[in-house]
């Protein structure tokens, strides 16, 4: 059969030459796709344009909650031309019945294991809605990603996307991954990793794992046998990381130079919450500054709009960012994912302005927080991020973290300049909430068919 896989993206989204990290997950569900199939892969936020008249028998999704409406727009013009579209991903994981209005069927969960069955099953006529793994897969057996049919660079920038570990134990009550990828981590075999990587004729790459520390035995494992490789790499981590110094040590040695960590939260009772930061600012200050005098630059991840956020949250925020000098920051608005105690929580008390899925993509303000309006945390947001990315605040913040080396003095300032660009006062947002004629009743129909 002739496969197109797509991950689709909303037109004002997609940025051709933007420094987007590419995706990995069509080029596994590819890996996983038997051989007598041709695949063909788009990702639309590259501006790579969908062909509906194109000679395919099978469209396969991959839905985000924010690129959801576009992939179902897509689903729907397939269907009218008779072709079989199957849907997967995280929103389709939350979402079953509402994607399954659009497809033909849809992958509940991780795809190892049920894309062969979904294939054979179409092949004879014996397509079922929904397929759901009783367990989460082993993830020992690897399946080496077809990266021949994906880009690796975007604008001027190439990066090989790499997975080693599913789940996380922390199970944050706004977040996805715990939930559907389980609170155990699961890893792919050290040696499979360090093939793929030689493999790859990119130098940098970027960990997709949740916590690529999570596990330190299998992570100092990892790091040790990626030395002779004398690649760079950034991903994304626990604060812990800090607290063993040869942990820091051999993640520096295998290339690493820019972690992004969650901290989530700065307000006491934020951080209470999240047990994963440290207990307090001075600490998570010193635990930066550590990975600083490693040679790893920090990217500070912070949720702003938590219940249990007041007005001051962002002074405190603020002093932390500045204080530490990390070298980037990657603010976030409370985002009620559908799947998370949060959305339901939300949900239920009428505190989620707007359901249309596409303005959820955690920069957005379409909640009623506890303790602050939402146009009193659009402003401080918009705020932050404006001093943060401001020019003075990149030159004072440069110096920690330029001292590393010519590579991270050009990283750190080209990813600032970026970022100032992305935050400028022309891009500030708006609360976005229905109109009073239209009801938040989660009922997808009415984005979809417009
Ligand atoms: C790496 C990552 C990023 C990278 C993306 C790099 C890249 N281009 O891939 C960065 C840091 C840039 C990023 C940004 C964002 N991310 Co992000 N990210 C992740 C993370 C940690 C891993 C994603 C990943 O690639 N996993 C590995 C692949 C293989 O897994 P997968 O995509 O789920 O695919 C498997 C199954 O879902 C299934 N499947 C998927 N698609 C399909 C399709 C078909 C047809 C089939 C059969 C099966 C199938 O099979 C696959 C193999 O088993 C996830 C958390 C997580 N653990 O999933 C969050 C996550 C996906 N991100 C999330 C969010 C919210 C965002 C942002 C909107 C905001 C933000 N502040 O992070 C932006 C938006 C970016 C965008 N528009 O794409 C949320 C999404 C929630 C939701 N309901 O939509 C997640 C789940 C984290 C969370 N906290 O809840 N992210
Ligand atoms: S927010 Fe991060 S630490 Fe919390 S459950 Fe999600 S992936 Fe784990």
């Not at 079989?84 to 991903?89: K, L, Q, R």
């Not at 359901?355 to 959820?360: H, V």
């Not at 009193?376 to 401001?390: G, R, V």
């Not at 020019?391 to 440069?398: G, P, Q, V």
Request: glycine residues 4%; charged residues 25%.
């Amino acid at each position: 059969m002739k496969i197109l896989l797509i991950a689709p993206c909303p037109f004002q989204e997609q940025r051709p030459d933007s420094m987007d990290i590419p995706q990995l997950t069509l080029s596994l569900i590819a890996a996983l796709t038997p051989p007598e199939h041709e695949i063909q892969i788009i990702e639309e936020v590259y501006g790579e344009k969908v062909n509906f008249d194109g000679d395919y028998d099978v469209i396969g999704i991959s839905i985000m909650t924010q690129t959801c409406i576009r992939g179902y727009k897509i689903a729907l013009e397939f269907k009218k031309r008779r072709k079989v579209v199957v849907f997967g991903g995280i929103h389709a994981t939350a979402m079953p019945e509402e994607a399954i209005l659009y497809g033909n069927a849809v992958v509940i969960g991780e795809a190892e294991g049920l894309w062969d069955i979904v294939l054979e099953d179409i092949k004879h006529h014996r397509l079922k809605p929904f397929y759901k793994l009783d367990k989460l897969p082993d993830l020992q057996s690897h399946v080496k990603p077809r990266r021949d049919l994906i880009k690796c660079s975007s604008g001027k920038f190439s990066i090989a996307p790499i997975e080693t570990t599913r789940g996380c134990p922390y199970n944050c009550d706004f977040c996805t991954v715990s939930r559907f990828f389980g609170t155990k981590q699961r890893h792919k075999p050290v040696r499979d990793i360090i093939t793929d990587i030689e493999s790859c004729k990119e130098k940098n790459f970027f960990f997709l794992d949740d916590n690529i520390t999570g596990d330190k035995r299998y992570a100092k494992e990892l790091f040790r046998e990626m030395i002779p490789l004398n690649k760079i790499w950034v991903g994304q981590a626990s604060i812990q990381v800090a607290s063993d110094p040869e942990l820091i040590s051999l993640a520096y040695k295998s290339g690493c130079r820019a972690l992004l960590i969650g901290f989530e939260s700065m307000s006491d009772a934020g951080i209470n919450q999240y047990r994963k930061t440290l207990k307090t600012i001075d600490e998570n200050i010193r635990a930066v500054r550590k990975l600083q005098d490693n040679g790893i630059m920090t990217m500070a991840s912070l949720i702003f709009g938590l219940d249990s956020d007041t007005n001051e949250v962002f002074d405190v925020a603020f002093e932390f960012l500045t204080r530490s000098k990390v070298a980037f920051f990657q603010a976030c608005v409370m985002t009620p994912y559908p799947g998370t105690p949060v959305f339901n929580k939300l949900r239920s008390q009428e505190r989620i302005l707007t359901d249309d899925w596409s303005r959820f993509d955690a920069s957005k303000v379409i909640i009623r927080p506890e303790n602050i309006s939402p146009e009193k945390l659009l402003d401080e947001y918009d705020k932050i991020k404006w001093h943060f990315y401001s020019n003075l605040s990149i030159f004072k913040r440069s110096y920690p973290n330029i001292k590393i080396g010519f590579f991270e003095a050009i990283l750190y300032f080209s990813l600032n300049k970026g970022y100032q660009k992305r935050n400028n006062p022309s891009s500030f947002s708006q609360v976005y909430q229905n109109d009073s004629n239209n009801p938040v009743d989660f009922n997808v129909a009415k984005y979809v068919n417009t």
